[in-house]
């Protein structure tokens, strides 16, 4: 396996400069920040994921306003005291994009955030505490105990929370390919998260970089080049 050195000065100079791939990686995770954040935005930012998987993200930023409403600012205790001819109602308000699965899923993470937050102060304080180095039994608690969290749309909800997370992209995995790491092409098995989250780690005891910078880095070491301009744009900073 390569020094990350190598994959880093690659993607540097795909992105014109070491100045201008710092300047992409985002902030430096603060569990202090995560620990937190309240339960209200723990579930609105589960559901703004959900939502957005397999759609059109800029679609659902532009209607949350009207999610928030619709849900109730997204209130775990409130929302668990509708009656269902509440939940029922939402498949039919134009506020929001009327999937009954997804609006479903708002109304089982409501108690699992209730849930999680009454065993351990707050979601944000589980969240905090879970070391970065186990991402993958994270994302598998998320899949088994929460609804609709699984795969890409649980990596996307850590990473906008600001937790340390990497996403397994197209881009990463076949950056991981690229350097010698024996993975499928979508790295989805058990044993497969196992070695990417093996060598995540092993990278960051090499540079002492986030986790979340490391992953950033390998997709923008590989694959279409996008401008730094395209990518802040997509990333929304």
Not at 112 to 117: A, D, G, N, Q, Y
Not at 123 to 143: E, H, N, S, T
């Amino acid at each position: 396996m390569p020094d990350f050195a190598k994959i880093r000065a690659r993607a540097a100079k795909r992105k014109g400069g070491e100045a201008a791939l710092a300047s992409l990686l985002g902030p430096m995770p603060d569990n202090a920040a995560v620990a937190r954040i309240a339960d209200d935005r723990i579930l609105s930012t589960m559901a703004e994921r959900i939502f957005a998987a397999g759609f059109v993200w800029r679609v659902i930023e532009q209607k949350w306003p009207g999610f928030e409403e619709a849900f109730l600012g997204f209130e775990p205790k409130r929302l668990l005291f509708q009656p269902d001819d509440f939940w029922h109602d939402l498949a039919s308000d134009k506020r929001i994009v009327r999937n009954p699965q997804k609006i479903k899923s708002v109304r089982d993470n409501a108690a699992f955030v209730e849930r999680v937050s009454k065993e351990h102060g707050s979601f944000g304080k589980f969240l905090a505490d879970w070391p970065a180095d186990d991402q993958v039994g994270l994302m598998a608690y998320l899949g088994k105990h929460g609804s609709r969290l699984g795969g890409n749309t649980g990596q996307y909800f850590l990473r906008w929370l600001e937790w340390d997370a990497f996403i397994i992209s197209a881009d990463m995995a076949a950056a991981l390919r690229d350097a010698g790491l024996d993975v499928a092409e979508s790295p989805t098995s058990k044993k497969d998260l196992d070695k990417v989250q093996a060598q995540i780690n092993a990278w960051a005891a090499e540079t002492g970089l986030p986790r979340r910078h490391i992953s950033r880095i390998l997709a923008m070491s590989i694959g279409e080049n996008h401008s730094p301009e395209a990518l802040r744009e997509y990333m929304g900073e």
